[in-house]
T-cell receptor
Framework: SQQGEEDPQALSIQEGENATMNCSYK?????LQWYRQNSGRGLVHLIL?????REKHSGRLRVTLDTSKKSSSLLITASRAADTASYFC???????????FGTGTRLLVSP | ETGVTQTPRHLVMGMTNKKSLKCEQH?????MYWYKQSAKKPLELMFV???????ENNSVPSRFSPECPNSSHLFLHLHTLQPEDSALYLC???????????????FGEGSRLTVL
């Protein structure tokens, strides 16, 4: 089955900087979703972008989707220490019809 | 209060024990899921229930036995587990299974299981 693969695996930045994470996938999708997970906790849905959308915003989050390159990026602007978490992309394959998660990007934001 | 509640948050059990994980959702959703999260591996979908009927079983060993008595409650019964079953078990719900469960998922905080 297809799987979103996040890049980088780990990212360390200072407060106030922007953080960019990328997700690549293999087949056609209905939508792509980003989730956040604080250490040892459950996942929290951040944003969903449909295959016919190219960009979406939510607060300090900006998600782009390039279906020709089968890739998506999540940008967190003006990061805060509280943004420290793992971020996962999940793809909804048109054929498979289930969400498939990647292995995540661990983001560390230092004060 | 989170919309999806899991208990217990931590569980340590021996390989011969029988225990259960419980999940309750307060969101009025019709679909519920069990996921397994192991270190450095993608989230693995285990089971899906839609309107109390199991619609997905991703080749999970029989030592894991799910139960969905109603649309708000989901259990995962555990027996004769192996040390490699140690992981974080996450319950999730979604509004419906229509379209194969590709909508937004709402997760609980997880049950951290350690098998000795």
């Amino acid at each position: 089955s297809q799987q979103g693969e996040e890049d980088p695996q780990a990212l360390s930045i200072q407060e106030g900087e922007n953080a960019t994470m990328n997700c690549s996938y293999k087949t056609s999708i209905n939508n792509l979703q980003w989730y956040r997970q604080n250490s040892g906790r459950g996942l929290v849905h951040l944003i969903l972008i449909r295959s016919n959308e190219r960009e979406k915003h939510s607060g300090r989050l900006r998600v782009t989707l390039d279906t020709s390159k089968k890739s998506s990026s999540l940008l967190i602007t003006a990061s805060r220490a509280a943004d420290t978490a793992s971020y996962f992309c999940a793809t909804a394959d048109t054929g498979f019809q289930k969400l498939v998660f990647g292995t995540g990007t661990r983001l560390l934001v230092s004060p | 209060e989170t919309g999806v509640t899991q208990t217990p948050r931590h569980l340590v059990m021996g390989m011969t024990n029988k225990k259960s994980l419980k999940c309750e959702q307060h969101l009025g959703h019709n679909a519920m899921y069990w996921y397994k999260q192991s270190a450095k591996k993608p989230l693995e979908l285990m089971f899906v229930y839609s309107l109390e009927e199991r619609v997905e079983n991703n080749s999970v060993p029989s030592r894991f036995s799910p139960e969905c008595p109603n649309s708000s409650h989901l259990f995962l019964h555990l027996h004769t587990l192996q040390p490699e079953d140690s992981a974080l078990y996450l319950c999730a719900s979604s509004q419906s299974w229509t379209g194969g469960g590709t909508g937004e998922l709402f997760f609980g905080e997880g049950s951290r299981l350690t098998v000795l």
